[in-house]
């Protein structure tokens, strides 16, 4: 076991370099979009609207740091990890090393774990400190956030090893993550659009992502079968990495 | 020192791409302390033969094994004895020098203690000091190849793969190479030496393997392959001013057909090389020329 955390490390070294040389460029990065998002839909159009008896600003907070956990782990790892593959080449090293896969995976979805969670904890903090009386800082946001970084730190993997090029990643993108990031629960609750769209919606992670990450830090009843499934799409995306990079596939 | 042991062994490798066939059927061994050439046309299989033999690429059929372990079973074993030059520079553009070496030593699992000394040693003996805090992106590429064979030395590889190592290189910098593969070679290590430029393989391996449409239509040390087209070359002027070749085993033989040929015709009596070997059996020149 000790092992194998040694070789996840090692793994992961090489992007932890990569994010020393840039760090300035993350943390400008990181916030401009969340916070773009926090000043359109929660100042611009949700000032005096309620939902659930809460201020919108209350409600919207949460779900941005879960769309944060989507946006900024997954585009760091699908970007950085295909240009990797398919114009530096560099993934090819690293798979001609005595390396497991699983290491392999995990160590290459840690950075946009990282990056993830330095993006979610400044709007998380913005929030705390607009609206302290509603939102709470609890072990729970936290088991809620670091998961949802690893879900999609790990489709971000997963779309990287099957894109043929940089548009592929584009496109996927547009089709995949734009919806989930305007319909999964991010700026109003899936509840009440029809039981159709809520069936589609509840199959996407963001969903589920901002239902735990929404009821952990404004502390109402939690939806533990919303972790169960997030935790069912880690092993599912690990599992499909492990897979491809086995396979040869890549 | 001569050691007899096979280390690379292929049997029956069989790769395609869809309906492709880029290996087919190939049947290889290397001994432990050869410098074995791997030479071949554009598009014969070469580049997919060592990326299927370094465990890169899967495989449709066929045993690989390297050092004894096979590379499906025990890949973590075979690929601990293995270095790899790949024939593009697949380092990390973003990183420094010193970071891509530091980075390989670890996922090599170099003892931390001997990491930077090592690195410090390739970086001198192939004069990279000063460049080991540049990002690889911003060196030239002969530098970037310098860089991505020293890389590939860092855990003492017991077999190193080199696909087109001096291709782009500079006549200094590949006579450095060069003097670093023996140097690699005294040492004990195999080298498996892919390559378009014939003097470099005549200048370095003690076997050759001419592949060609994904067969090994030929291996042989370079004097052997030679003998077999006629250690001797006649080359002359035909009545339509093309170029002909023809091999003989003796010089006397390469004489006599020179005398047959009549008083008009200049004939260039000299020992067969490799590319004559090469052309001969493959019916083409290397890099489609």
């Given at each position: 076991m000790f092992e194998f955390f040694r070789e996840t490390y090692y793994v992961m070294w090489g992007d932890l370099m990569f994010m020393k040389h840039t760090a300035l460029n993350i943390l400008i990065s990181s916030v401009m979009s969340p916070l773009l998002y926090l000043l359109a839909?929660?100042?611009?159009?949700?000032?005096?609207l309620e939902v659930d008896g809460l201020p919108y600003i209350a409600f919207i907070i949460p779900g941005i740091a879960a769309l944060t956990s989507l946006s900024a782990s997954f585009s760091y790892v699908s970007g950085r990890l295909n240009v990797q593959r398919l114009y530096y080449r560099s993934l090819d090293e690293m798979l001609m090393c005595p390396i497991s896969t699983s290491a392999v995976v995990l160590g290459k979805s840690f950075h946009g774990v990282i990056r993830g969670l330095i993006s979610s904890s400044i709007i998380f903090a913005i929030g705390l400190a607009m609206v302290p009386e509603h939102l709470h800082f609890t072990p729970l946001y936290v088991i809620c956030i670091v998961t949802s970084c690893f879900v999609f730190s790990l489709l971000g993997v997963t779309s990287s090893l099957l894109a043929k090029s940089h548009q592929s990643i584009a496109t996927f993108n547009n089709l995949v993550i734009l919806p989930m990031t305007f319909l999964c629960g991010t700026f109003f609750p899936v509840d009440v659009l029809p039981p159709v769209f809520q069936a589609m919606l509840y199959s996407l992670p963001l969903t589920h992502s901002s239902v735990a990450v929404r009821a952990s830090s404004l502390e109402w009843d939690f939806p533990w079968a919303s972790l169960f499934i997030l935790f069912c799409f880690c092993v599912a995306f690990f599992a499909i990495n492990v897979y491809l990079i086995k396979k040869k596939k890549v | 020192m001569v050691l007899l042991e096979d280390i690379i062994v292929v049997k029956g490798l069989v790769k395609k791409f869809g309906k492709e066939v880029a290996v087919d059927g190939l049947d290889l061994t290397v001994k432990k302390g050869e410098i074995f050439g791997f030479l071949g046309p554009n598009g014969a299989g070469k580049t997919t033969a060592v990326r299927v033999i370094s465990g890169l690429t899967s495989f449709s059929e066929g045993e690989v094994s390297v050092g004894g372990y096979d590379i499906l079973k025990n890949p973590k074993e075979a690929k601990r004895l293995m270095g790899v030059v790949q024939q593009h520079i697949s380092l990390d553009k973003d990183l420094t020098v010193r970071e891509n070496m530091m980075h390989r030593a670890m996922t090599h699992k170099m003892p931390a203690g001997e990491r930077k000394e090592r690195i410090d040693e390739l970086a001198g003996y192939i004069g990279l000091e000063e460049y080991l805090d540049r990002t690889i992106d911003s060196l030239s590429g002969g530098w970037k190849k310098r860089a991505a064979i020293v890389s590939s030395l860092l855990h003492r590889p017991t077999v190193l793969f080199l696909d087109e190592p001096t291709v782009g290189l500079d006549i200094q910098a590949r006579r450095l190479i060069w003097s670093l593969i023996r140097k690699l070679n005294g040492e004990g290590t195999t080298v498996f030496l892919t390559s378009h430029y014939i003097e470099e393989v005549e200048a370095l391996c003690d076997m050759v393997g001419i592949i060609h449409k994904g067969k090994l239509i030929a291996k042989g040390s370079p004097a052997d392959l030679c003998r077999r087209i006629g250690s001797i070359a006649a080359e002359y002027l035909d009545p339509d001013r093309m170029m002909r070749y023809r091999y003989f085993s003796s010089k006397e033989d390469a004489e006599g057909f020179a005398s047959s040929l009549g008083g008009g015709h200049k004939v260039l009596i000299r020992d067969t090389t490799l590319e004559d070997c090469f052309v001969e059996l493959v019916g083409e020149k290397l890099g489609g020329e």
């Open positions: 839909f929660g100042y611009g159009l949700g000032m005096g | -």
